[in-house]
């Protein structure tokens, strides 16, 4: 079987531009910490997953100085590009399956994603074209494809409770086989900070402040 690479979609955990949803409960700082924190977490499942080594496909550009303090270590870093998060998914996706690798595409706020789950999702790409893990807030915590069609990715309401719904949708109207794994839960909103395992709530990582004058982006 091919391999299959981890690419995790990731902002840098800038205080005011990092899991914006949290700022109510959390502050600015607070809402950067644990977004430093998830993403340590979700590096570090996604390298004992031992699928390969993952990637952080990264906004901004991995060579911004927003990365220096968190870097992650055991992953190659990539440039999420322009876009919407349509475009860069689909991006990211095309150049990973044109390589030759089959993909599993996440993000950084899904403590139950650990590294068992990642290599069933992987193992099941092996009977699959597609494995999908919806979230209860109606995205997805993983897709993972060993074709590719930009039809998975463009015109999705993204942010809305239809997405997952939307995205099966299209999945089956290619034709092409789907494995629908279990409903998990995104760390977005502060009602969702009660499903916060323990271990994900202490950041030692430090965080960058914004540049002087810069706008938090959304």
Known sequence: MPPTRIVIFAK????????TRL???LGQEGAARLAAQMLTETTAAAVAADLGEPELCATPAPG????APVRP???RMTDQGPGD????????TDRVLAAGERVLLIGSDCPELDATRLRAAAAALDRHDAVIHPAHDGGYALLGLTRFDPLLFSDIPWSTPSVAAETIARIRALGWSLHVGDTLRDI?????????PERWRASPAPVREPAAGSCPRR
């Open 12 to 19: 840098a955990p800038v205080p005011g531009a990092a899991k």
């Open 23 to 25: 700022i109510p409960a």
């Open 64 to 67: 911004s100085p927003e990365w």
């Open 73 to 75: 270590a055991g992953v």
């Open 85 to 92: 998060l349509g475009e860069r998914l689909a991006r990211a």
């Open 188 to 196: 977005d909103e502060p009602k969702d900070l009660a499903e916060l």
